[in-house]
């Protein structure tokens, strides 16, 4: 069985969907949310599909003692889902090709730091970009710059706002996240 961890920050609907996707598998479990802001609507989420949720806070996630949380849990793999920290080196070479992050643009265009959720839609679109996505890809040190494992796109229309976009960015999230997630680590972790 592989234990997942969810790093989620903000609503939580990515959080949630992997839960879901996950609730009867016979291989994957979805063991804990961790969250980095103690308002953020993951943890309503959490808290409503009874899933254990742990909240910290910037000086506990940069030391490697935080590592205990996760050992406790006996995690295999994170999954970032709306995380908006940038993952310490220590969680890295822990989890070494185990972290997986969804970014809301094709990259490597629109990432690194500050590029997250309607941030990254208003530069799409005042870029005049005709094409935005979503891409699912390992960490590494670098914001934005681990191993792609797979994008999918769709048109930006010539009127769209940033959250018409941003529907229907979501929209492939909810449809490719898990699937990718799952995929990867079947072959990484459990070889089939």
Request: net charge neutral; charged share 25%; glycine share 6%.
């Amino acid at each position: 069985m592989i234990k997942l961890a969810v790093f989620a920050s903000g609503s939580g609907t990515n959080a949630e969907n992997l839960i879901q996707y996950f609730k009867d598998s016979e291989n994957f479990t979805v063991k804990a949310i961790l969250c980095n802001n103690p308002k953020a609507g993951v943890l309503q989420r959490a808290k409503k599909l009874e899933m254990k949720a742990i909240t910290f806070n910037k000086s506990d996630f940069v030391q490697d003692s935080f590592l205990k949380a996760l050992e406790d849990l006996d995690i295999d793999a994170i999954v970032l889902a709306g995380f908006l920290w940038k993952i310490p080196e220590y969680l890295i070479r822990k989890f070494p090709e185990k972290i997986i992050n969804i970014h809301p643009a094709l990259l490597p265009k629109y990432g690194g730091k500050g590029m997250y959720g309607s941030n990254v839609h208003e530069a799409v679109i005042t870029n005049g970009e005709k094409e935005s996505g979503i891409t699912i890809h390992l960490v590494n040190e670098e914001y934005d710059k681990g191993k792609i494992l797979f994008q999918a796109s769709c048109p930006v229309m010539a009127k769209d706002s940033p959250e018409d976009l941003a529907k229907r960015i979501h929209q492939l999230e909810y449809q490719h996240f898990p699937q990718i997630v799952e995929d990867y680590l079947r072959q990484t972790l459990l070889k089939v």
